[in-house]
Structure formats: C-alpha cells, structure tokens
C-alpha cells in the first residue's frame, strides 16, 4: 500500500478521464487533488505542493507545457523539483522532447495506457521519493 501521506495533484479537464484516475488513486490511500485548467493547476500545485502532479498538456486556460515550464522557474524548489508525470494524446516526438527538457518523470499517452499502468507508474515514481 501507498503512504497515505502522498499527495498527487491531477491536472485533466476531460471529466470522465480524471474521475476515473481520481478514484483508482483514492482507492489505494492516497491523497488526491485536482484541477480542470491550467490557470487551477498552476493554483492548486502552489497551494497544495503535491508529491507528485499528473498532467494533461492539452488545457483550457493555460497549456500543460505553460503549467509545467511555470512551476519549474518557481522560487520554492518543492514546487520546482516535484515529480511529473505527463498524461496526454499529444505524442509527437516535439512534444515528448519538450516536456523531457523539462524534467519529468514520465510520458504516457492516454490512448495506450490503462488506469492500471498509470497506478503502476505512480507507484513506481513515488517509491523512490
């Protein structure tokens, strides 16, 4: 089981997407929190300092990349440094390349991955912090 005390931030503005990550993430102990555009994303991570933020790149509002790039340039370094894991359909070799320069953990493309694999990942990223 997970520590309950980690805390993952869920960036999706799909409902049913993020709902379905939401619960499988919950049901495992950890402490969730979420965002459906990138101007709440960008609120939320500063309020909230997850341990880990899965994020789509496709945004209303404000661009995953502008979300990623913004919080990486943040003053606090738990902000900076925290642990991504980029959950997107856009998978052109740019895209991939620029969130890479931009220290993520992970890129999953939601069309090839189960809730099972992104838990997996999760996991996996989280047990080594």
């Known amino acids: 089981m997970p520590e309950k005390n980690k805390k993952i931030l869920v960036v999706e503005d799909d409902i049913t ?27 939320t991570w500063t309020k909230e300092k997850p ?17 990623l790039e913004t919080m990486r340039k943040s003053a606090d370094s738990k902000l900076a440094n925290t642990k991504v894991i980029i959950l997107s359909n856009l998978w052109s070799k740019e895209d991939i390349e620029r969130t890479k320069k931009l220290s993520i953990e992970q890129f999953m493309v939601k069309a090839y991955h189960t809730t099972e694999d992104i838990l997996e990942e999760v996991k996996k990223i989280l047990s080594k912090s």
């Not at 993020?18 to 960008?42: H, M, P, Q, T, W």
């Open 17 to 43: 997407m993020r709902e379905i990550v939401v619960s499988k993430l919950n049901s495992f102990g950890y402490k969730v929190v979420e965002a459906d555009d990138g101007k709440k994303a960008v609120a």
């Open 51 to 67: 341990d880990l933020v899965l994020l789509d790149l496709m945004l209303p509002e404000m661009d995953g990349f502008t979300v």
